[in-house]
């Protein structure tokens, strides 16, 4: 993994990470939590997350 990819990664798991926490807190729910992710996928592209995640 080249580090412009870690950086993508990296960018990608702190923003989902974030929105993890305000899913739990119930200030979104699990389809804005899919949009979100949907989005973040798109920004990012990160190398693992959307393997995993899709």
């Known amino acids: 993994m ?23 807190e119930g200030i979104i729910n699990g389809k804005d939590y899919k949009v979100i992710n949907e989005f973040f996928i798109k920004k990012y592209k990160p190398p693992i997350g959307q393997i995993i995640i899709c």
């Open 2 to 24: 080249t580090q412009e990819q870690f950086k993508r990664e990296l960018d990608y798991q702190i923003s989902m990470n974030i929105a993890n926490r305000i899913k739990k």
